[in-house]
């Protein structure tokens, strides 16, 4: 039987949460009131506010639908982020940079030969690798 999704994280994980993202949505209440949003978005966040403070204090295991979620969410964002920013700054940074170094006679990829480099024997030592620190 697998074992249910909240078993994983202590209280004292769930407590965090629900504090930290409760702090998290009373700064999204305070912004949306300070710049007068919709007061559905208001009601929305002071509830998910109040939900995760009442619930990291009283009771964090019954958080466990929440950090589910946000969990999953942040895997989701955490996969496309990363791969729009490493995308941009390959195709937009690197590329033309690398196009300019070759039409400039600078072409690492050819010059290195990509053989088999000799190292002395006092290099390639064993007991050199045992203890680094």
């Known amino acids: 039987m697998e074992k249910h999704p ?3 994280l202590t209280v004292s994980e769930y407590r965090h949460f629900g504090l930290s993202f ?3 949505m009373l700064i999204l209440t ?3 009131w300070w710049k007068g ?3 559905t978005v208001m009601w929305v966040t ?3 506010w109040l939900y995760h403070w009442i619930g990291g204090i009283l009771w964090p295991k019954g958080l466990w639908i929440t950090q589910w979620i946000a969990s999953r969410l942040w895997d989701v964002l955490s996969h496309l982020i990363s791969t729009i920013v490493l995308g941009t700054l390959f195709y937009l940074i690197l590329t033309p940079l690398f196009i300019l170094l070759r039409l400039f ?6 010059k290195n030969t990509g053989e088999w480099q000799d190292f002395s024997p006092k290099e390639n030592d064993l007991k050199r690798m045992q203890r680094w620190f």
């Open 6 to 8: 909240h078993s994983r």
């Open 37 to 39: 949003f919709p007061p």
């Open 46 to 48: 002071a509830g998910l």
């Open 22 to 24: 409760g702090l998290g």
């Open 30 to 32: 305070l912004i949306g």
């Open 105 to 110: 006679g600078q072409d690492h990829v050819h």
